[in-house]
């Protein structure tokens, strides 16, 4: 086989292993190993690329030979990104939108990267890095992919090496920007709509009208004068707030198993299916929200900010889960009376001065834990035929 065989072959090969790799370690395994078959035994390979994500924009995954695959997750948006360029040659080639980059590590070069010197004292002796640049920019950063090639052979990459590097290397960003594109969709869905909900909509679920029946407690709750607020603090200060409060609700919700469905101004809406055990973990989550509410509102209040409390409605009934809306534009959430008695149950709350209203479904489900709730009474809700038997945690 010629040289120009084998490049084509090996491009081949990775293009082949970038439409059948779901990860980026699927990925960097089957390359790895076709170019060790072509005579190139790295020390390290790792591949980048730009996705979205709430927590981050560029993502590495690398493959280091004995030692497995390691990630690491870079926010480029901050203000350190300068700083993490002096550090990084994969954030330097990013903010610079530099296409290639090469440093012969044996020869004791770093090009001034705290990584390379890295690089260099473990035994490699030479680096590669190639970047490309898609024209779709999808996302802020543009579709972005960095890979690296790390040698430790005594020579570095010969000519050859480098020729096949580049034959392989467009195919592989490709292959990244696959995987990167799908786990930009999956964080997308999960985080605007919750992971059970992102889940079901990767499945296919996404046809107008289509839901299913389900049995769960539902969590409506909100902010205790929020609208006041609103009309007394900066737009900076209210931001903050609304984040911070809403970052422990979710937090208790998430921990317990709970699933939020949306946020409705200062308001959350949350579901925990009763058949994997839902009104004993929403309970949970209830107390574990009043904790850290109170918590942060003492460190609020320590640090001169405005703090404020929550109020929490809970109920358990039969619900419709699925697609409801226009065919453009569709809200995947709950529906049923359910829903909408424990809205009522949250408005009531307010006039009652209580801030955790139960109903007598959510009550008779709990067991043993049902002792942990004590009676208020009998009150009719607007919208709903008979008075409700409504309930409060026994620590208020």
């Keep these: 086989m010629t040289e120009i065989e084998t490049r084509l072959a090996l491009a081949e090969a ?22 060790a078959e072509a005579g190139i035994d790295l020390l390290r390979m790792s591949v980048g690329a730009v996705e979205l994500s709430p927590t981050h924009d560029l993502r590495m995954t690398a493959l280091t030979r004995g030692k497995g695959f390691s990630h690491i997750a870079v926010d480029t948006r901050l203000e350190s990104v300068e700083f993490m360029a002096t550090v990084s040659p994969f954030v330097a080639m990013w903010l610079n939108k530099t296409e290639q980059l090469r ?118 709750s909100d902010l205790v004068g929020f609208t006041r607020i609103t009309e007394s603090v900066e737009t900076e200060e209210l931001l903050s707030l609304l984040n911070d409060y809403t970052g422990e609700l979710v937090a208790a919700v998430g921990a317990h198993g709970g699933e939020v469905l949306k946020f409705i101004g200062d308001g959350l809406l949350a579901i925990f299916p009763a058949d994997a055990g839902g009104p004993a973990a929403a309970l949970s989550a209830a107390r574990e929200a009043r904790n850290r509410v109170t918590a942060l509102s003492e460190a609020r209040r320590a640090a001169g900010l405005v703090s404020t409390d929550f109020c929490l409605g809970l109920h358990l009934g039969e619900v419709l889960f699925g697609n409801f809306g226009a065919a453009g534009r569709l809200d995947f959430t709950v529906l049923g009376p359910a829903v909408n008695e424990v809205s009522r149950m949250l408005g009531l709350s307010k006039t009652l001065d209580q801030r955790v209203l139960a109903s007598a479904a959510f009550h008779a489900e709990l067991g043993e834990r049902s002792a942990e709730l004590v009676s208020v009474g009998r009150y009719a809700l607007r919208g709903v035929g008979a008075p409700q038997h409504l309930f409060t945690l026994e620590a208020d």
């Design 14 to 35: 990775t293009a082949a292993a970038s439409l059948a790799a779901a990860t980026e370690e699927e990925l960097l395994s089957a390359v790895h190993a076709l170019l």
């Design 103 to 220: 440093v012969r590590l044996g020869a004791g070069e770093d090009a001034g990267f705290a990584f390379l010197a890295g690089l260099r004292a473990e035994g490699a002796t030479d680096f590669l890095a190639v970047s490309f640049a898609l024209p779709t920019a999808r996302l802020p950063g543009g579709d972005t992919t960095i890979m690296s090639f790390v040698a430790d052979s005594t020579d570095g990459f010969s000519e050859r090496d480098l020729a096949r590097l580049h034959a392989v290397a467009r195919q592989l960003a490709l292959g990244a920007t696959l995987t990167a594109a799908s786990r930009s969709g999956a964080a997308a869905l999960d985080t605007y709509l919750g992971p059970l909900a992102g889940a079901r909509v990767r499945e296919g679920n996404i046809l107008r009208g289509r839901a299913e029946p389900m049995r769960a407690v539902v969590w409506a």
